[in-house]
């Protein structure tokens, strides 16, 4: 039989779980994914972020009990999920934040979309996503990151520092902006005790892969073979344990040597 502590009348399992804590977005599909059932394995309580409802196909334990719908496109909309988020912490130990959403749209025949065809509002709504969430989620939750000791990991892109064949310009922008505002962040939580890190994907394999992907693997890639989403997944982990315990501002690669 489980123990349960005389003061808070919580079970021991669920104890450790409080004491590690993932808030992350962008978790239906692909990166996102297999980071929660990464850190779900590993003993973490995952919160998980996204437009839609919980999805009851997705197999970690109290899913639908720690999934807070947001639109993170809506900003104005974000703040009240922020608070929602809080009070879901309330007793919980945040010992990382992982911003993992993001957008890439396409043109109506699936095209790039370049500088010279993307509309205003696009921009802004890549924007929003993909560079504004980040920064507002960290700064609404950095009472609890403080108090934890806790990390943030932004996931970037490579095609954040290269013009890519399938991701637009908008997208590209930001990813790299976010890179630069994860060194800014840096500067400023590393004080509070919060590490702040990036981690730029190449080609993983996932269900998004634009058609053509198998050219770049065979060109530009010196291991020729896509990445695996849990390859990411334990880089993120290694960031948000005593493993990455002093890493803080820097921005890794995990794309087989695409960016050499």
């Avoid at 992982?98 to 696009?122: C, E, Y």
């Avoid at 505002?181 to 509070?192: C, I, K, Q, S, V």
């Avoid at 960031?239 to 690669?253: P, R």
Wanted: charged share 20%; with cysteine.
């Amino acid at each position: 039989m489980d123990k349960v502590c005389p003061v808070t009348g919580v079970r021991a399992d669920e104890a450790s779980k409080l004491e590690r804590t993932l808030v992350l977005t962008g978790a239906s599909r692909g990166i996102g994914h297999a980071t929660v059932k990464y850190f779900s394995q590993a003993g973490w309580r995952v919160i998980t972020i996204s437009r839609n409802p919980f999805d009851t196909a997705c197999p970690w334990e109290q899913g639908a009990q720690n999934h807070v719908q947001i639109d993170l496109a809506d900003l104005v909309g974000l703040a009240g999920g922020i608070e929602t988020l809080r009070a879901k912490l309330k007793g919980s130990k945040l010992r990382a934040l992982v911003n993992n959403a993001g957008i890439s749209p396409k043109g109506a025949d699936g095209q790039r979309l370049g500088t010279l065809n993307t509309n205003l509002p696009l921009w802004q709504q890549v924007f929003n996503v993909n560079f504004f969430a980040p920064i507002l989620l960290a700064r609404g939750l950095m009472a609890e990151l403080q108090e934890a000791q806790g990390c943030i990991v932004n996931i970037t892109s490579i095609a954040g520092s290269r013009v890519h064949p399938f991701a637009g310009a908008a997208y590209g922008t930001s990813k790299a902006a976010l890179a630069a505002l994860t060194r800014e962040m840096a500067n400023d939580f590393g004080p509070l005790g919060i590490r702040v890190n990036a981690i730029a994907p190449g080609e993983i394999e996932t269900s998004i892969l634009s058609p053509g992907t198998e050219e770049i693997v065979e060109r530009e890639i010196p291991m020729r073979r896509l990445g695996q989403p849990e390859e990411v997944a334990s880089v993120i982990h290694a960031l948000a344990t005593d493993v990455g315990g002093y890493i803080n501002g820097a921005e890794i690669h995990i794309n087989g040597g695409q960016h050499v």
